[in-house]
């Protein structure tokens, strides 16, 4: 016969490890604070998403407007630079065009009247002024050359512009303006290829004015500050 009562394994659980129970209650704590977590992170997730959806209308419903007349202003400027770019190009394509058939004085002259700010109304000027000045219409070509340097005066072509005036002036006998011209190229285009020969062209003047000492002056300033120029020109024409 037994002396000492059984003891159930419940009972043990109970009696002998009596930290079983407080592990049993601490487990379900913790599960019911992590379901809990869970469950406040999928509220909010709920609440939120609508929340951002709702911004978004907001936002589109009171930008809407604004937004698509910004789209349409856009595409307006777009087409219209790209409309002006074709019309340029193909305005260019006549004007040379044009140019390519041109011949007499008449046809440099409609170029330049039908197509004044193209391309091919600067060459225009210059073969409408050359025409002129082989048919010794002096005054006419240096006019024509005149227009070309107040259309283009930023152009490079003008300081050789302004030497054919000059030799224009020289050959109507106007030695003294021509003169001028010469020194006025000399000065302000003192880099450009074009003053030593504008400084030679007031040495023959000054020669045939008998001013023998300033068109000695005027060769002495070509030698010392545009010998290396002058010299392979010189080489450059044989």
Not at 10 to 29: F, I, M, T, Y
Request: charged letters at 25%.
């Amino acid at each position: 016969p037994m002396t000492e009562r059984s003891v159930a394994p419940e009972d043990k659980r109970e009696e002998g490890w009596p930290w079983a129970g407080n592990c049993r209650v601490a487990s379900l704590g913790a599960l019911g604070s992590s379901g809990g977590e869970s469950q406040a992170h999928m509220q909010a997730d709920s609440t939120s998403s609508p929340d951002r959806m709702i911004d978004t209308q907001v936002f589109l419903g009171r930008y809407k407007v604004p937004i698509l007349i910004g789209l349409a202003v856009a595409l307006v400027v777009a087409a219209g630079y790209g409309g002006y770019r074709v019309y340029v190009a193909n305005r260019e394509a006549k004007a040379s065009a044009l140019l390519a058939g041109a011949k007499t004085i008449l046809d440099y002259q409609k170029v330049i009247a039908d197509y004044p700010d193209a391309g091919a109304a600067v060459s225009a000027y210059l073969l409408l002024a050359k025409e002129q000045r082989e048919k010794q219409q002096f005054a006419g070509a240096n006019a024509t050359l005149e227009k070309f340097v107040n259309a283009q005066p930023k152009d490079g072509l003008v300081p050789t512009t302004k030497m054919a005036m000059a030799a224009n002036m020289d050959s109507m006998g106007k030695g003294d303006a021509a003169l001028e011209m010469y020194r006025q190229i000399a000065s302000n285009y003192a880099q450009d290829y074009t003053a030593p020969l504008a400084l030679l062209a007031q040495a023959e003047i000054l020669k045939a004015k008998g001013k023998t000492e300033e068109a000695r002056q005027a060769c002495a300033t070509v030698m010392t500050q545009y010998r290396r120029g002058v010299v392979l020109g010189r080489d450059e024409r044989g």
